[in-house]
């Protein structure tokens, strides 16, 4: 398996699908795709939840996302997919003072080495400068490639959105920086606790590839409760982690994203989990007195 520039691109937005932590849920949560509109909108915005390694044949397919696609006039996402990000994340993953083989216990490196590779067929020892949140979101990348891979040809739904708006000159920005999300998945934890956290992934192979398989087969299902209820099962990750990850970006967001569709419809393509529970994007829209609906496909 080759590593490519999709697998790549993908892992820098990456949301942590490995990511478990207690949250509260809205009750209208079944849905990735939702319309904003009401409080004096003079046209609805539309809110999209991505699953960053699937690829563009899923919105090909269903032409309703398409179609309310074409019907604004800027696309927001996490943050401008382009060709400075993946130097800046590769960059950032990797280890200066230490190697993965001297920070991980044998067993943990061992077992590590050996998923990978079944996964990839490439040796750990060819990252081992790499961070071990790095090696968990390599692979889950792997994993997904494996068992879910993207059509020939395909990219991720994310950098797809981005794409087809800069081809119709929409105006195209990220709620964040490259540097925002480097933070967010290396910076707030120290080389111990990421050792910890993959050491975690690792003894929880089997329960972590089941999960993966379910999060693809929620999100095929259009079932954001169910994604939400899988994420967030257990409490592999601490709160504060998890508002690091999640509610503070959330927060930052909507005061972007209030200001952007007052001025013209906006398409918001972020992560999928950024959308349930009482922080997520769903659930803050109503609050702030927006009418927020559903749409199925």
């Known amino acids: 398996m080759k590593i490519t520039k999709n697998i790549i691109a993908g892992l820098s937005v990456l949301l942590l699908q490995t990511v478990s932590a207690q949250s509260e849920f809205t009750s209208n949560s079944n849905a990735i795709f939702w319309e904003v509109s009401g409080k004096n909108l003079e046209q609805p915005s539309y809110v999209f939840g991505t699953f960053h390694l699937v690829g563009n044949e899923f919105i090909d397919s269903n032409a309703v996302i398409l179609e309310k696609f074409n019907t604004c006039k800027t696309v927001a996402g996490e943050l401008v997919i382009d060709s400075t990000m993946v130097p800046k994340m590769m960059a950032a993953s990797v280890m200066t ?165 007052q001025k013209q419809p906006v398409f918001i393509a972020v992560g999928a989990l950024h959308l349930p529970g009482k922080g997520g994007l769903v659930q803050q829209l109503l609050d702030k007195g927006y009418t927020v609906t559903p749409i199925l496909f």
């Open 97 to 261: 003072e230490t190697t993965l083989d001297k920070l991980l216990p044998k067993d943990v490196y061992d077992s590590t080495a050996a998923w990978m590779k079944e996964l990839s067929g490439y040796d750990l020892a060819m990252f081992n400068n790499m961070n071990p949140m790095a090696v968990e979101l390599t692979l889950s990348a792997f994993f997904q490639q494996q068992n879910f891979p993207m059509l020939e040809g395909s990219m991720p739904m994310d950098a797809y959105f981005q794409t087809l708006g800069a081809a119709e000159n929409k105006t195209v920005l990220g709620l964040e920086t490259m540097d925002d999300q480097i933070e967010v998945i290396y910076g707030q934890y120290s080389l111990e606790r990421q050792a910890e956290l993959l050491a975690d992934f690792i003894h929880r192979k089997a329960e972590m590839s089941t999960m993966m398989i379910q999060l693809n087969e929620a999100y095929d299902n259009q079932s954001l409760g169910s994604i939400a209820e899988i994420m967030y099962n257990d409490d592999t990750y601490t709160e504060g982690e998890i508002d690091v990850l999640l509610k503070d970006r959330n927060d930052r967001w909507m005061k972007q994203l209030t200001s952007l569709m």
